[in-house]
C-alpha cells in the first residue's frame, strides 16, 4: 500500500512539473471558441488581455490610432475601444499567425493595446505608465478560428534585458502538452499499473 501511495504522489509530480503552463508574460492576449449566446448553433471567438508593460527598453515610435481587429496573416491583434495609443518598437517575435485577413470585433472593452508582429511593434494606451495594470475583451461574433484564419498556438514576444526584461504573449486555444510529457504520463500509468497487477497476483496465490 505505502509502495502504491508513493508511486501515485511521484505520478502527481510529473504531471504537475512535465505538463506545460500558459507561460509567464507581462501582457496576456487569450483566445478561445465558445457557443454564441445569442443563436441556437455557431461560435464566437473571445478575446481577454491582462497584465502590465515595461517600456524601459523600448523605443517611443509616437502617437497612433488603432481599432479593435485582428489580422493573423501581419500578427495584428488590436482592442482599442478608446482609439488613442502610444506605438513602441524594440520587441522580437512571429511575424504571422496564419493566413487570415483583416476581421473586426463586433465588441470590445477596456484599455487599448495592440501587438503587430509584421513591423515588431507594441501599442499601448495614450500616456501610459510601465507597470500600470491593464485589462481588455473583445468578441468576434459567428466566427471560428478557423474562419479567422488563425493558428491555435502560442506567440510570444520579447524585449528588454535584466530587470527590464517583459514580454507579450498571443494564446491561441489551449496550450498543447509536449509529446515528452504525454511519455511521462504513459510511463507513470503503465507502472501503477504493473504494481497493481502484481498486488493482485500475490493476493490471489
Avoid at 443563436?39 to 479593435?68: I, Q, R, W
Wanted: proline share 6%; charged share 10%.
Amino acid at each position: 500500500m505505502k509502495m502504491l501511495s508513493w508511486l501515485f504522489a511521484l505520478f502527481v509530480v510529473v504531471l504537475l512539473t512535465t505538463f506545460p503552463r500558459a507561460s509567464h508574460a507581462a501582457f496576456t492576449f487569450t483566445l478561445v471558441e465558445v457557443p454564441d449566446a445569442t443563436a441556437t448553433s455557431g461560435f464566437d471567438v473571445d478575446v481577454t488581455g491582462s497584465g502590465t508593460f515595461n517600456l524601459a527598453d523600448l523605443t517611443s515610435a509616437g502617437p497612433s490610432t488603432g481599432n479593435s481587429s485582428l489580422v493573423p496573416s501581419a500578427a495584428l491583434l488590436g482592442i482599442d475601444p478608446s482609439g488613442g495609443l502610444d506605438s513602441y518598437t524594440g520587441l522580437t517575435g512571429p511575424s504571422s499567425w496564419g493566413l487570415g485577413n483583416q476581421t473586426f470585433a463586433s465588441s470590445s472593452t477596456g484599455n487599448s493595446v495592440a501587438i503587430l508582429g509584421r513591423a515588431l511593434e507594441l501599442f499601448v494606451p495614450s500616456g501610459y505608465v510601465s507597470n500600470t495594470p491593464l485589462l481588455d475583451s473583445a468578441t468576434f461574433t459567428n466566427q471560428t478560428f478557423s474562419s479567422l484564419g488563425i493558428n491555435p498556438g502560442t506567440y510570444t514576444y520579447t524585449w528588454g534585458t535584466g530587470t527590464n526584461a517583459d514580454s507579450l504573449t498571443v494564446q491561441v486555444g489551449a496550450p498543447v502538452p509536449e509529446p515528452s510529457s504525454w511519455l511521462l504520463v504513459a510511463g507513470g500509468m503503465v507502472l501503477i499499473g504493473f504494481h497493481l497487477a502484481r498486488r493482485r497476483s500475490a493476493c490471489a496465490s
